[in-house]
């Protein structure tokens, strides 16, 4: 129960927070996703250093900090048809490495560019749709769309916490993480959905089915960002990626479910919504 009682205390004092960066916009939001971003690659190299696994460390966090503000949208759209500024600074974060480690290879280039790439793709690139769906369709709008995936992964994971723990019985993934079951990932998508189902049918920007539909994509998301981050910390034999958040871990920890149920957001409401 003192474990419960940090957990949920933690979740109520980040969420306020992250409400009131969020209702600010871009100036603040962006700030501190690069703070956060940084924090989560910080962890990253951690795990990998415990594991005698290197990569290029203030290469990362360049790139990381360049792919955050890329993914703005208030940018100009790229001078080229189809693309995008992200995609161009991913691009030649591959190109600096490739050439770095033909200049200077050292041990273990490829290892060093698959692992640096990663690290890149899974925090920096995922997180920067945190940007993107904070203004889409725009400033307005983009406010409740970007509330939908934070109070749906807070209701996913509460819901799945008690029902896991007074009815689970079935292991959800036991070789990837133990404590999860079947049971608890159907009490968090119910939960999920009650959620969704309110707050859309209050603003009435969505039917129940819809509700229905994004509720089932993003507890499956969430459910599978909170799984990849245990196959990579089972990976690098890591209990919790850190220690800064009490009752979390560490920023990875916390931020895990959302780096997937986030980019599932935006391309569910630009696939669904915006389309129409």
Known sequence: ??????????????????????????VALLPALIVVALM?????????????????????????????IASLPLWPHAPWPGGSWREAVLTVALGYLLVVEVIRPGER???????????????????????????????????LYFALPL????????????????????KLAPEVSPGKTVEGAVGGLAFS????????????VWTPFEALLYSILVASASQLGDLSESLLKRALKTKDSGSSLPGHGGFLDRVDSLLFAVPATYLFLNISVFTR
Request: with cysteine; proline share 2%.
């Open 1 to 26: 129960m003192e474990s419960l009682s940090s957990r949920v205390l933690t979740s109520v004092v980040g969420f306020a927070l992250l409400s009131v960066i969020v209702w600010i916009g871009w």
């Open 40 to 68: 989560c690659l910080f962890e990253y190299i951690r795990m990998l250093d415990r594991n005698d696994i290197d990569v290029r460390r203030v290469s990362l966090g360049v790139f990381t900090v360049a792919i955050m």
């Open 109 to 143: 280039p490829l290892e060093r560019i698959v692992y640096s790439m990663f690290g890149l793709l899974y925090i920096p690139w995922l997180m920067g749709y945190f940007l993107m769906l904070r203004y889409s369709p725009d400033a307005g709008d983009g406010l």
């Open 151 to 170: 109070l749906a992964t807070f209701a996913a994971d509460i819901g799945g916490y008690f029902v896991g723990y007074f009815f689970g019985r079935r």
């Open 193 to 204: 959905f009650l959620v969704v189902l309110a707050l859309t049918t209050f603003t009435h």
